[in-house]
Each structure stands twice: as C-alpha cells, then as structure tokens.
Antibody
C-alpha cells in the first residue's frame, strides 16, 4: 500500500524558513517523480514543485521560484521542501504527491502538513 | 500558462440525481492531459480520472469523464451521499500544472 506522510509544518514568522519532509513507502520511490502541492485555507489547489525520480531535474511554480528548494533522498525514501523567505501568502496545507505515468499526474497524495506564516 | 475555468461554482442536487460538471481550458490541452480530483473536507484530493476519460483505480462506474481540446465534462449518473464534495479539474499537459477553481457539489 502506498503511503505518503508529511511532517515539518508549523508556525513561522514572515521571512523565516521551514523544511518539510515526506516519508514514502509501498512503492519504488526512486522510480517516480514527486511533487508538492499546496492549498491555502478555504482555497483551491496550487502546484508548487516537482522533482524527477533521480533528483536531477526540478521544476517550480513562479510564486516560489528562488525561495523554495525541492530535494529527495532516495535511500531514505524521503522527499523534502526547503522553504526560505516565507510570506503570509505561503500559508497553506502542503501535500506531498506521487507522480503516476506522467510528471504532472498525481495518483497518490499524503494527508498534508499545515504551514502558517504569521507574526 | 493554461487557465482552467470550472462551472458551476456550486451545484446543489439531491441523492439519486445526475450531476454534470464542466471544465474549460484557455487553450487546447494536448492528448487530453486532463485529470479530475475529488476532495472531501479535511482530506487530501483523490484522483478520479486521467486522460480526460480513464477512471483511476477503484472509481465507481457511475462516474464518467469526457472531452477534448478545451472542453471537458465530469458526470456522476446517480449521486450517492458520499459523492458530495469539491471537484477539481487539472491539466498536466504543460508546466505550470494548473487546477480549476473547483466545483462544490452540495446536498440540496
């Protein structure tokens, strides 16, 4: 059974940093691209970032480019999102999502971790 | 960036009725790289359809998807109580991968 478990969310001040983790199990982690997708409170879904299975290729939404860094540790089956220079508008539930047969098609999602940026 | 517009914003129906949800793209979505997700309160999204009309694993056949180019539709033939949720369309044709704003399907 595929499982994705996010952690690392919390309250952070504007301009601060946070690192999210996503522990994966139930599939060959290194064979699949992985993503972060976020959802602001009461709002819709927004794709944030993607990383290839081998970690060599990364992609970002314009809203986070230059501030967020996606990475993965394949031996540890873990996905990361380093978030720097956080803004109030980054407040959201952050979901880890596994790519399926296409990069931007997500067949399994974690339950999410809440990031709140506030002073 | 491909912009997806869903309609209606809210759909109020009763169990047993038929629901039709629409998703329109600002430009053609190649090879129907269009997905639908269902999200219930406090839960992660769940993949329903990919390739516009291919059901994901475990999705009941009362759900159907169709469309191509810029116009796509999700239909639920006979609503069950567990179908009331928010539905999002999403394109995976090109980055940035974008979602529609969602259609909330509520019990009338």
């Amino acid at each position: 059974e595929v499982q994705l478990v996010e952690s690392g969310g919390g309250l952070v001040q504007p301009g601060g940093s946070l690192r999210l983790s996503c522990a994966a199990s139930g599939f060959t982690f290194s064979s699949y691209a992985m993503n972060w997708v976020r959802q602001a409170p009461g709002k819709g879904l927004e794709w944030v970032s993607a990383i290839s299975g081998d970690g060599d290729s990364t992609h970002y939404a314009d809203s986070v480019k230059g501030r967020f860094t996606i990475s993965r540790d394949n031996p540890k089956n873990t996905l990361y999102l380093q978030m720097n220079s956080l803004r109030a508008e980054d407040t959201a539930v952050y979901y880890c999502a596994k790519s399926g047969s296409y990069y931007g098609l997500w067949d399994y999602w974690g339950q999410g971790t809440l990031v709140t940026v506030s002073s | 960036e491909i912009v997806l517009t869903q309609s209606p914003g809210t759909l109020s129906l009763s169990p047993g009725e038929r629901a039709t949800l629409s998703c329109r793209a600002s430009q053609s979505v190649s090879s129907s790289y269009l997905a639908w997700y269902q999200q219930k309160p406090g839960q992660a999204p769940r993949l329903l359809f990919f390739g516009a009309s291919s059901r994901a694993t475990g999705i009941p056949d009362r759900f159907s998807g169709r469309g191509s180019g810029t116009d796509f539709t999700l239909t639920i033939s006979r609503l069950e109580p567990e179908d009331f949720a928010v539905y999002y369309c999403q394109q995976y044709d090109s980055s940035p991968y974008t979602f529609g704003q969602g259609t909330k399907l509520e019990i009338k």
